[in-house]
């Protein structure tokens, strides 16, 4: 049985929703290597202010405004030094009438209302410091002119207050919301739990080591699990023989480990189409589906895991891949949908009229070059810089003439 793309998708998208809704929340540190890119589970409130208390944005001078009011080149102001106070410290008091020297980030002596870079002062350079219990301060800086009560201050909370809300449920963290999170004193957040996928590539051609006569590296399993990983996905691995005994027994297992099973490989018309055998029983669907690569396509529900079966062409299992995970990964973690390019076909270009082609492209001196169809052809897969689309009811494209581009290999 032949299908469109679009009833493919939405028959997937009906398959993996209720997968994806069922997947719970879990506890992560926001600081570990597996947090960026996770979904937030819950509505988040800072603990600490953004910045966690009143700090100087300069190294320079903590003063009081008003013992500066009058300072001029003609006559400048000099005010003996009190304690320094570098970033890590706890808080000094400022003495009336001093000044204490302050570096970037530590906290604002109290009775400070203004801070003076070192630049400004007339010397340009600290003299000796001293640090509360450490000695006696001595020494005086000078000042030429006056300065704003605030300035070079960054005020406790001026970010974000305690109590507010840094991010929603459903923001995906990046690198800066880890950072966001972090500073509001939130370490522990909660996330969506990965969701977990178990590749199983066929075929007795497939060799992990030495390849012999006839048979070939997996190349499937390690390019569908790192783009898996794209998407915080959480993927085991397994290379199964072209057994539908052992392969129905394997899947059978899977089912409550993994919350989907990708099986690669052994679905099309051969003898030993290790998956169709074992999967049709059980209620698999496998069809054509009017693209190319990628035409044929099945899945099948079982009681506790859903199935999702690519062909094993490596073109055709990771055009598969972006064609009909990716929009619903997208969606489930948060991610923007990609956004097109054109640019001038570098040669004419034919397609199949009834079909919907995805070709493999490269970008050079503003012209887009459409490679070679082969769905075997995985060194070009690798080199592309583009995918072309050539919907159904097109056969020929001309020179010249524009064409949107969509990003991959990035
Ligand atoms: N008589 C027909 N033959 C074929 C048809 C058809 O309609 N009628 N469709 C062709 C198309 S299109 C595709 S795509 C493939 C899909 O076949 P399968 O999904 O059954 O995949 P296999 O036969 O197992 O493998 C196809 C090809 O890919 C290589 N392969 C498989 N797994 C891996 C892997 N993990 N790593 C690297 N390469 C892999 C395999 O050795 C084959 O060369 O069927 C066409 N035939
Ligand atoms: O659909 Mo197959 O993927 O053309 O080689």
Not at 89 to 111: C, F, H, K, N
Not at 257 to 281: F, K, W
Not at 312 to 325: D, Q
Not at 332 to 341: K, M, S, T
Request: hydrophobic share 40%; glycine share 8%.
């Amino acid at each position: 049985m032949t299908c469109t793309l679009e009833n493919h998708r939405a028959e997937l998208e009906t398959l993996l929703s209720p997968v994806f809704a069922s997947l719970d929340s879990e506890k992560l540190l926001a600081d570990s290597p597996e947090a960026n890119g996770r979904i937030l589970s819950e509505d988040l409130y800072a603990l600490l202010p953004i910045p966690a208390f009143t700090n100087s944005q300069m190294d320079g001078y903590a003063a009081r405004s008003a013992d500066l009011a009058t300072a001029t080149p003609q006559s400048p102001v000099t005010l003996p030094l009190g304690f320094t106070a570098a970033a890590g410290d706890r808080q000094i008091t400022l003495a009336e009438g001093t000044a204490s020297p302050v570096m970037t980030g530590a906290m604002i002596p109290l009775g400070a209302d203004t801070v003076i870079p070192i630049e400004e002062s007339s010397s340009g350079a600290f003299p000796d410091l001293v640090r509360a219990g450490r000695g006696t301060p001595s020494g005086n800086a000078e000042f030429t002119a006056p300065s704003e009560p605030g300035r070079f201050i960054r005020p406790a909370g001026v970010d974000l207050e305690a109590g507010a809300l840094v991010a929603q449920a459903g923001t995906r963290l990046t690198p800066t919301m880890i950072a966001a999170l972090v500073s509001s004193g939130l370490r522990e957040v909660p996330v969506r739990r990965a969701l977990k996928v178990a590749v199983c590539t066929t075929g007795d051609e497939l060799s992990d080591d030495q390849p012999s006569q006839g048979q070939i590296p997996d190349s499937n399993s390690p390019m569908l699990t790192a783009w898996l990983r794209q998407y915080q996905v959480k993927v085991r691995t397994l290379q199964l023989p072209d057994d539908p005994k052992r392969f129905a027994l394997t899947i059978d297992a899977l089912q409550e480990q993994v919350d989907l099973i990708l099986t690669v490989g052994g679905i099309s018309a051969g003898a030993y189409e290790v998956v169709r055998q074992a999967l049709a029983p059980l209620g698999g669907a496998f069809h054509h589906v009017a693209i190319q690569p990628g035409g044929p396509q099945g899945f099948a529900q079982l009681p506790q895991a859903a199935v999702l079966c690519f062909p094993g062409n490596p073109v055709s299992a990771l055009l598969s891949a972006e064609l009909f995970l990716a929009p619903l990964l997208r969606k489930l973690n948060a991610l923007p949908d990609p956004v097109p390019q054109h640019y001038p076909l570098a040669a004419d270009a034919n397609s199949p009229e009834h079909k919907h082609q995805v070709r493999r492209a490269v970008i050079r001196d503003g012209q887009v070059a459409i490679l070679d169809p082969g769905s075997h052809l995985v060194h070009d897969l690798a080199r592309a810089d583009a995918l072309v689309h050539i919907p159904v009811g097109v056969s020929q494209l001309a020179a010249g003439q524009s064409i949107e581009t969509w990003s991959m290999n990035v």
